[in-house]
C-alpha cells in the first residue's frame, strides 16, 4: 500500500489494489488523433487493472514495517520478506491467466520488471537479480510464458498481436500504466511535494509508445492545482479524465501491536480522492 502524509495527526493510506484500478481506468481511456489505441483492448485493459491485484492477499490484513509504521509500497519486497512478494504475484499472475492469458502474460512481464530495473525500461529502479529467490521466481515466469506462446499465437483473437514487436510494445505500455497509476496515487492533495520517491512527473522519463512508425515520446504531468494536472502530450480520449480513488486515515504513529494497527486501519476514515487529468 502507498502510505502518504495526511497532517501532523494521521497518514493516509491507498490500497496497491485501488492503484491497479487506476491503472486500468488509463488503460481503458488511452488512445485518440496522436496515440493509437491499445491493441488487442480487452486483454490489456485488463493486465493493467489487474497488473497489482495480489495484493489483495495482504492488504486484507496488512502489517506493520520493523519501526511499527505502516508498510509502504516502495522497497516492499524487503518489508514484507521476499517470500510474501513473490507469493502476491505468482498468484495474481495464475489468477488473471485463468480469465485471459494475454492479459497474464503482461502481469509475469510487470512482475519480473519489478525485480530487474523494468527490463531496462527503469534504469533508476533497484536490481535484485542476484538474489537466488528472485533468480528462481524470473525463470519460472519466462518458462510459463514461454508455453503460453504458442498458445496465443494459434489464437485468432491474439495472432496478430502477439510478434515479438507488439509484445514488446504492450509490456512498455504495461510500465507506462503503472507508473503513471503511482504518480497519481501516492500524494495527496496531487500538488503535495511530501513524497521523495516513486515515479517523477516525466514518469521517470519512461519511454511512452505513440502508434507504429513514430517515436517514443516523454509524458509530462503538471499539476496545477490539489485536484488537476496537465498532461504533455495528452494521450487519452476525454478530457478532463477524472481519476477516483479512496484512501483511509491511521494516525501517524509506531503501533507496537497488530492488533492496535488492524482496528485503525479497518475502521479509519475513508477519503475520497478525485483528481482530473486536462489537456493542453
Same mark, same amino acid.
Given at each position: 500500500m502507498m502510505v502518504c502524509p495526511y497532517n501532523d495527526a494521521n497518514l493516509l493510506l491507498i490500497l496497491q489494489t485501488d492503484h491497479s484500478r487506476i491503472a486500468g481506468m488509463l488503460?481503458?481511456?488511452?488512445?485518440?488523433?496522436?496515440?493509437? *489505441? !491499445?491493441?488487442?483492448?480487452?486483454?490489456?485493459? !485488463?493486465?493493467?487493472?489487474?497488473?497489482?491485484?495480489?495484493?489483495?492477499?495482504?492488504?486484507? *490484513?496488512?502489517?506493520?514495517?520493523?519501526?511499527?509504521?505502516?508498510?509502504?509500497y516502495i522497497g516492499s519486497i524487503k518489508h514484507l520478506g521476499q517470500g510474501v512478494w513473490l507469493d502476491l504475484y505468482r498468484r495474481a499472475i495464475e489468477r488473471v491467466a485463468a480469465r485471459d492469458l494475454y492479459a497474464a502474460y503482461y502481469v509475469s512481464m510487470h512482475g519480473e520488471a519489478l525485480l530487474t530495473q523494468g527490463m531496462g525500461l527503469l534504469p533508476s529502479m533497484p536490481d535484485y537479480r542476484n538474489d537466488p529467490a528472485v533468480q528462481n521466481f524470473i525463470a519460472e515466469q519466462k518458462a510459463r510464458r514461454a508455453e503460453w506462446l504458442p498458445e496465443l499465437r494459434g489464437n485468432e483473437a491474439f495472432k496478430n498481436v502477439s510478434d515479438d514487436e507488439h509484445l514488446w510494445t504492450n509490456f512498455n505500455m504495461m510500465e507506462v500504466f503503472d507508473q503513471f497509476a503511482q504518480f497519481v496515487c501516492n500524494r495527496y492533495p496531487f500538488n503535495s511535494g511530501a513524497r521523495k520517491n516513486g515515479p517523477s512527473n516525466t514518469l521517470s522519463n519512461l519511454p511512452v509508445p505513440v502508434a507504429p512508425g513514430k517515436p517514443d515520446v516523454t509524458l509530462t504531468i503538471d499539476v496545477q492545482t490539489e485536484t488537476q494536472a496537465v498532461v504533455r502530450p495528452f494521450p487519452f480520449n476525454v478530457s478532463p479524465l477524472r481519476l477516483s480513488f479512496e484512501g483511509r486515515l491511521v494516525p501517524n504513529r509506531a503501533f507496537t501491536e497488530p492488533e492496535d494497527f488492524l482496528q485503525k486501519f479497518y475502521g479509519g476514515e475513508r477519503i475520497a480522492i478525485n483528481y482530473d487529468l486536462i489537456e493542453p
Open positions: 488503460a481503458a481511456h488511452w488512445g485518440n488523433e496522436q496515440f493509437a *489505441k !491499445l491493441r488487442p483492448y480487452t486483454s490489456m485493459v !485488463l493486465a493493467a487493472q489487474e497488473h497489482d491485484s495480489g495484493w489483495w492477499d495482504w492488504e486484507i *490484513k496488512p502489517f506493520v514495517n520493523e519501526q511499527g509504521y505502516p508498510s509502504d
